[in-house]
């Protein structure tokens, strides 16, 4: 079920096998050499048909049985003749069951004890996703436990991607608290909670709109891309609060929200604009940055790139729609500089 998406090796797995010890003294003095062991192991060991018999409707395989299954099978072998006398490989040899390689060997350590094991080393391909493919497979484990032996046990000994996990949790909780940061230092300064909202609503739309190319791009949520996002919080906003100053301005003028927003958004709007691709600029080399660093931040670059262009066409329509309709002009007697939330607050 994950071909295709994962490579899997197994290291620690023994074939049996016979294993045959000369004694070089022994076949000296018999005089026999190698090459009547070879073929003497080659030509007892077979586990071919001896024959057939064939008939009118009819077709039958021999079948003898000369396939040796183990050591006590493979002494009383007879190698050679010397002095009208058989010479059998026990004569000249130990012979001993075993395995084909045994200088390999797997342990797996439980409740400090070490046991013989298999290990099975499960490898992404390049461009899959590791979480996806470790998930993929702790679904089919139980399915694997109840198909082995009650003497067999499966377990995991190392998972990969809970350290991805812990790392991907970690720049989440950074990117939650860079905005509640972001949002509080705006409060503070501005001290008006619908003058906070409108350049504070810039950032999750600029950071939905950045999940959507990103989507479209085919990246995926990693350590680079949300590190991009925790980066550009800082810049999303800036755009938001330079537009939202100046219709401020205009209405301390006495302008209404709605000619304030026209008139601020008209006169800033290529001030902004200029802002925005200055940022972006910026990282252009990094977009294009060749070698296995540029490969790496492609996705840091690209993401950080569309969070700035997204925050960019925000602040130049949602932001002064947002000032238009959340603003109330002050009436007679009440200072111009007391921004009002107008109606309810979304």
Aim: a neutral charge; aromatic letters at 8%; proline letters at 4%.
């Amino acid at each position: 079920m994950i071909s295709g998406v994962a490579q899997v090796q197994v290291f620690g797995s023994q074939k049996y096998a016979v294993r045959v010890q000369l004694d070089p003294l022994a076949l000296a003095t018999r005089k026999i050499g190698l090459d009547e062991i070879s073929s003497a192991l080659a030509r007892w060991n077979v586990n071919l048909p001896t024959g057939g018999l064939q008939g009118e409707k009819q077709s039958f395989t021999i079948q003898a049985s000369g396939q040796l299954y183990n050591a006590e099978a493979f002494k009383p072998m007879i190698v050679a003749y010397r002095d009208g006398s058989p010479v059998r490989l026990q004569d000249i040899a130990t012979v001993t069951d075993s395995v084909e390689n045994d200088k390999v060997a797997a342990w797996y350590n439980t409740a400090g004890k070490s046991t013989r094991a298999i290990v099975m080393a499960v490898q992404r391909q390049p461009g899959t996703n590791t979480i996806q493919v470790v998930d993929s497979i702790k679904e089919q484990v139980p399915s694997f436990r109840s198909q082995l032996p009650g003497a067999v046990e499966l377990n995991i000994l190392f998972d990969r991607s809970e350290t991805i996990r812990e790392s991907v949790a970690d720049v989440k909780f950074t990117l939650l608290l860079t905005i509640a940061l972001v949002i509080l230092v705006i409060f503070l300064f501005l001290r008006n909670l619908s003058a906070t909202i409108i350049p504070s609503l810039a950032l999750p739309l600029s950071i939905i709109g950045t999940f959507a190319a990103m989507y479209g791009f085919g990246f995926s949520v990693n350590n680079i891309t949300l590190m991009a996002l925790t980066l550009s919080v800082g810049f999303v906003v800036d755009d938001a609060i330079v537009m939202l100053e100046n219709i401020v301005r205009h209405m301390e003028h006495g302008e209404t929200p709605m000619d304030a927003s026209f008139r601020g958004s008209k006169e800033i709007g290529f001030t902004i604009l200029s802002m925005t691709i200055s940022l972006v600029a910026v990282f252009i080399p990094v977009l294009f940055m060749a070698g296995m660093l540029g490969r790496m931040l492609h996705e840091f670059a690209v993401t950080i790139t569309v969070a700035i262009l997204i925050s960019g066409l925000v602040s130049l329509t949602l932001t002064p729609m947002l000032s238009s309709r959340f603003f109330k002009s002050a009436g007679p007697g009440e200072a111009r500089t007391d921004l009002q939330l107008y109606g309810a607050v979304l």
